[in-house]
Every structure is written in C-alpha cells, then in structure tokens.
C-alpha cells in the first residue's frame, strides 16, 4: 500500500514538473524567435530604402538581394532556425514573400511573389504593429514549427510587411525526453528534492538552447533579452552597465592559410582566454562569425576597460598551436566600448557606438577604443 502510494505521488510530481517543463522550453524557443525576428525587422529598417526598393523591382540579382539572403542563410545557421523570409499581404486571403534565407531553386525557396495564405497571427501584427510568437503547428510539408513575426516599419509607422522565424518543434521533444528519462531516474530514489533536481536539471537541458557549441558562448539569440534586461537593471539601480564589441583581427586570413579546422580551433581557444578574463556574472556572447560581445555591469569605466585590456593582453599573449603544421600561430583582438547612459543612450545607440568604437580600434588592430556619448567620440583607451 505504502509502495502504490508512493508511486502515486511520483506519478503526480513527475507529470507537473514535466508539464511546468515542457512550457518552460517553448516560451524559451518563442521569446528567442522574436528576439531573432525583432533584430532582423530592426536591421532591415535600418536601410528601409532598399527595403522598399526591392519590394517594387523583386529582383533576385541585385546586390541587396544577395546581400539579404546571405545575411537570413548566416542567422539561421548559427541559431538553429528552419525558416526566416519576409512577406506582406496582398489582401485579406493572401500574402506574398519577399525575401527569403532560402538557396535559390531549392525546395524550401520562396521566391519573391510567391503566395502564402493569411492568417490571423500575420493579421495580428499589422493590427497591433507589435511582434507575436506563435505556438507549435502542424505543417503536412514541414513538420512542427514554432516561431514568431515581427512588423517592418516605414519611416511614418506603416507596416510594410512581417519578418517571420520558424524554428524547428522536433528538438523541443528531443530535451523533453531527456527531461523525462532524467526525472524518472531521480524520482525513484530522492523525492524530497523535486524542486531542486528540476532546477538542477532544467539548467542541463536548456544549457544547449542557449550556448554556441563551438566557443561555448551564449548564441547571439539570447544577447538582445540580455541587454535589456541589464538596461533595465541598470536604469532601476542607478548603476553602471558597458557593452564590449570584440573582433578577431585578420581572421579569413587565418581561415585561408591553415584552413577552417584551425579557424574553429581558434575560435574555441580564444572564447576559453575570454571567459578567463571576465568575471562569471558577465554576459559572453558569440555576437557572429569572428566577433564577440561581452556585457559589464556594475562597473565604472575604468574597471571595464580593465577588463577589455585584460582580455587583449591574454589572447595576444596565448598563441594557438598548429600541430599540422608544428608552429605556434599568435593572434590578437580589437575591441570596442560603449557604457550606457539611460539619459542619452538605448538599446540601438549602445551597440551602434560600441560597434564605431569597434571600428576605429580596427584600424590599428589590437587596441581598445572607448565611444564617448556625451561628445560622440572615439578614443583609444
């Protein structure tokens, strides 16, 4: 009798956490894909000119085109997306594509002016003007996708179209089966320590939604819910928030010399130097490619770019040994600062000035530069 109602009870407690789980997941892919859709309205709005250029022409062989394909081809890719297009609606029944991650002529492809339905999330949007996640659906063509839009805005408010982002729905079972053989084993023998073995082991199943494999770092999903969430802390606490833009000096080169087994290997080591010299409460992002982000708070300049010198000093002074080739390969870093300052700065102008300090300290390469918001300034730090 003591042995059924145990089980009872771990039969109850395994279902909700697993339930609590299973929502806990989704709402984690959904608020990613609008963060994704979000950044990518907010990149194509930064040259809306050409935006509404191409929506007149549709011409799959200009620049912008490409441009724009392989920009959609790099996100999804590095942020384990199925889809990522844009369209607008033609009427009440129909919509049109615009632009598309897809490879021209292949079976995903959507080319410009092609016909979707309308439904009621796109609707949705051009109502509110506001981005919508949507929850798991069943495609007959494309299996189970989740995933969210994000309005295009002109210059005057009006919504030229939607940026969608369909994420893949299999993988979210794929974690829940491991959530589910992981609680089974931990339930037979303690059961007194649900709640800590949940967290314990939610941390270890979402640990691979949010990490870049390679480097280790957070993927560049996650990095505009980190920055707001600073900001907001920031601006509460009344206390000092910085954003790091890192890029890898002369990496193609490095890529077309010892080729791209080695450029990997030099990404990992160079992520391992960095989160050595940050502190465990920074944020270390893999921002794209070659280029890092990393997030201070709650320190005042010149700590921060202590912090900074710290890290070009080290990647500078850890050469990567190419065994191939016997040689060690010296490697160094540029790096650009911004802080914030919630009487001047946002979210946008925080990374923008972090990226023309980036910029500046580019072309002298291994330095660090600072962006000075009160005079609009870059200086070498």
Known sequence: ???????V??????????????????????LSSKGIAVSIANSLMMDIDQYKLFLETKDVNSEYYKKMQIYF??????AD????????????????YILDAEPIGSEEYSP??????????????????????????????????LGAFAPILDRDGEVLGIVGVDMDGSHVYKHLKRLNRALLIIYVFIIGMTLIS?????????????KDKLTGAYSKRYFDNFLHKEIAHSVRQ???????????DHFKRINDTYGHVFGDKVLSSISGTIRKSIRPQDYFIRYGGEEFAVIIANSDMEQVIEIAERIRKSVENTPISNEEQNILVTITISIGIS???NLSLNAKELVESADKALYTAKIKRNMVSVFDAASSYVQQA
């Open 112 to 145: 410009p002016g092609s016909r979707d339905k309308n439904d009621s999330e796109k609707e949705a949007i051009y109502d509110s003007k506001t981005p919508v996640a949507y929850k798991v659906t069943k495609y007959q063509k494309w299996g189970e996708l």
């Open 81 to 96: 997306i199925k889809f990522i297009y844009t369209e607008r609606i033609i009427d009440k029944e129909n919509t049109e």
């Open 9 to 30: 009870i771990i039969s109850i407690l395994h279902t909700t956490i697993y339930v609590t789980g299973a929502k806990d997941i989704v709402e984690r892919l959904e």
């Open 238 to 248: 009344r206390k000092d928030l910085a954003l790091l833009m890192l890029d890898l």
């Open 339 to 341: 802080s914030f300052n």
């Open 1 to 7: 009798m003591c042995m059924t109602g145990l089980i």
């Open 73 to 78: 081809a790099t996100i999804k890719q590095s």
């Open 198 to 210: 949940l967290l314990k082991f939610s941390n270890i199943i979402l640990d691979p939604l949010l």
